[in-house]
């Protein structure tokens, strides 16, 4: 059985290079070839490949963010992570036992990766995005849509609001729901987020003003937003003094 | 501080007696003065350090040296006043542990005192200079290493040439006569100053193989106007400008990336710009572009003193760096 391969990396002539090593190899098949990120995420939705082949530095959504959504996927593939230089990205991926090759890549070294990619995967990859050492701060949220996967970047979004089983990410072209607790996105987004309510979180640079209401509840208004916020009670001093801070 | 007021005593005593019966004595007594008085002057300096820190050099020891006064003062009235109750009157004046003439003790005390003040400041300034001078010269060792072409930048040719050996054999020469030219610049004294022809060319040469390696995602807009080809200019000043321009404005967007390159004369002096867009987001942090910078300043600085410069714009979509420098042949 052969082993279905993706390649990402945004140079043309690195692409070629690598398919040309995995066709000299018999049992691998390369099922594409992604110019970015973005493109990654998508060909591994639709070709499904066994492994991926991943360049760190990417335009975009870069090596690192572009797994991270990977490894959110039921059945996402092993990343092999590919770069030329990056000292402090090799340094994480030897602390979590991750497959990484440096370029120009050795037919042996990559025979070696692709072999061993296939036993292991998502727990080193898991253990690599959750370090708290290495924070990898998403630049871009991903949702699914039917069989597709949409990339909302983060600039985009008024906020997030969390329902019963879903949160429901409220942004420039639409709504879409994704499946995290909104505890994590809070955390990872501390910096441009702030939680104005138990089950919302707010992008601070939306925020247009602040009101109360005639019964003494406190409203945020965002711009591009025609229905205000509900602040909470226990919420209201935070949201006023951030929001003076960023005035 | 202890061992210099020790063996100060020590040298103040053999000046003063002539035999060895009086000395000890006399050394003890020289001692316990002189290291008294020490320790309460470093106390002293030690606590009003965060305040001598935002003087001058010459502010500063004025104040030490008022400090200094201050605290000999005390020192000499307190021991005085010590001795002058608790000693015995009929102890004879040789062997006495405390002084007897009042104002002969307290100016020789502060004399003594100002002189050796004087040559420690004077040692801390000299040893502090010096210990500067080393920092000063392994920065900029350091800066001239970094400042080398990128190691990405090697890593990823030396990719694009193991594909070119195969597709595109000649390609692949090409490639690696330009690199090889690209080291022996990078290679050569960084202070040196070569031609502003052969920077241009080794600019070009670098830009051909970035454009390899890129393709149409890397545009290079040169506008040269008038440029004296024989004036001279530091190796390597303008290709890390076109280097940071694409490392950080080509690489990170999705399509296409314009660098744009300035050059004229006006009058005595060439003006050099380098234009980049700024990518939405910062892909990485500015650390390794602003030793870069700062090493090109410096070296211009080195070559041209201050008549040279370099300044950084920077607007909502641009990143554009400036540098000037006059004409010399």
Redesign the interface.
Known sequence: MTTRVLIADDEALARSRMRRLLEELTEYEVIGEAASGSEALQMSMSGSPDVILLDIRMPGMGGIETARHLSALDDGPAVIFTTAFDSYAIEAFDSHAIGYLLKPVRREKLERALRFAAQLAHPQLEALVNDPEQPVTRSNICARRGESLHLIPLEDILYFQADQKYITVRHRLGEDLIDEPLKELDREFADQFIRIHRNTLVAMKWIERMEKTPDGQYEIWLRDCAEPLPVSRRHVTAVKASIKKCI | MVLIATLTAIALTLARQTEWSLFFSDLARTSLLLVWTTLTITATLCLLRSRLNRFSVAGASILTFTAVIIVITAVSEIIYWIGTTYSSPNMPVTYSWFPQNHWYFLSSNIVVGIIMTGLALRYFYVSHQRQRNIESEARTRIHALQARI???F???S???????T??NPKAAEIAVENLSDLFRASLADSHKLVSLAQELEITRVYQDMEQ????E?LVVKWQLNGLPQQARIPSLTLQPLLENAIYHGV????DVGVVEIEGRRKGNMIYLSVRNQL???K?QSEAGNQIALENIRERLELAFGSSASLSRAIDQTHYQVSIAFPVKE
């Open positions: 990128r190691p990405h090697l890593f990823n030396m990719n694009t040439i193991a594909e070119l195969r597709t390899q390696r890129l393709g995602r690489e990170p967007l999705p990518p939405i987001r892909y």
